[in-house]
T-cell receptor, first 116, second 112 residues
Framework: DADVTQTPRNRITKTGKRIMLECSQTKGHDRMYWYRQDPGLGLRLIYYSFDVKDINKGEISDGYSVSRQAQAKFSLSLESAIPNQTALYFC???????????????FGPGTRLTVL | AQSVTQPDIHITVSEGASLELRCNYSYGATPYLFWYVQSPGQGLQLLLKYFSGDTLVQGIKGFEAEFKRSQSSFNLRKPSVHWSDAAEYFCAVGARTDKLIFGTGTRLQVFP
């Protein structure tokens, strides 16, 4: 089984709809991240969480919200989806503690979201 | 401002040929540098990373990268490319702020 799973893998929705993307991990990692990937722009950080009670905005958090329901679960919500939120969304996890950025981020397979 | 530049959007090589993917970064402090690969329909997988020490870093799948501070570069190399290496490659820079800044990616196409 995959260590980092994302559901759904594909979603088509309409403008104005509320959408939730879910991420689960079995790696026991403290830190979780949400990125979006757009062609020609690479990956950009939306939100990240150091633990259940510590959530931080990334560089492009406007229009998104997150919920860290448990150590293993980190959900991304689009309260009112708009077409320019059409993208590939990735969840990632990393071990926390004093090891710093030397630890690898592990990525899920991605969710392709289309907003019509 | 921190940034990562991958000047080549798309590279095509023949199977068995050598490969070099370029990455330049702009960062005020000592950077942590990474190369990730994304195969079609897959998430990103770490190929290698550099934090300190030997500037030539070995990774998985036969890849290596060399950190050149004077050129602000961290180019990825492979001596002989396999068809299975066709993918998109991302360079990233990070620091103790726990954030990674990704380049825009280089798509590698391999011809038989």
């Amino acid at each position: 089984d995959a260590d980092v799973t994302q559901t759904p893998r594909n979603r088509i929705t309409k403008t104005g709809k509320r959408i939730m993307l879910e991420c689960s991990q079995t790696k026991g990692h403290d830190r979780m991240y949400w990125y979006r990937q757009d062609p020609g722009l690479g990956l950009r950080l939306i939100y990240y969480s150091f633990d259940v009670k510590d959530i931080n905005k990334g560089e492009i958090s406007d229009g998104y919200s997150v919920s860290r329901q448990a150590q293993a679960k980190f959900s991304l919500s689009l309260e009112s989806a708009i077409p320019n939120q059409t993208a590939l969304y990735f969840c990632a996890t990393r071990r926390g503690g004093t090891s710093g950025l030397t630890d690898t981020q592990y990525f899920g397979p991605g969710t392709r979201l289309t907003v019509l | 401002a921190q940034s990562v530049t991958q000047p080549d959007i798309h590279i095509t090589v023949s199977e068995g040929a050598s490969l070099e993917l370029r990455c330049n970064y702009s960062y005020g402090a000592t950077p942590y540098l990474f190369w990730y690969v994304q195969s079609p329909g897959q998430g990103l997988q770490l190929l290698l990373k550099y934090f300190s020490g030997d500037t030539l870093v070995q990774g998985i799948k036969g890849f290596e990268a060399e950190f050149k501070r004077s050129q602000s570069s961290f180019n990825l190399r492979k001596p002989s490319v396999h068809w299975s290496d066709a993918a998109e490659y991302f360079c990233a820079v990070g620091a103790r702020t726990d954030k990674l800044i990704f380049g825009t990616g280089t798509r590698l196409q391999v011809f038989p």
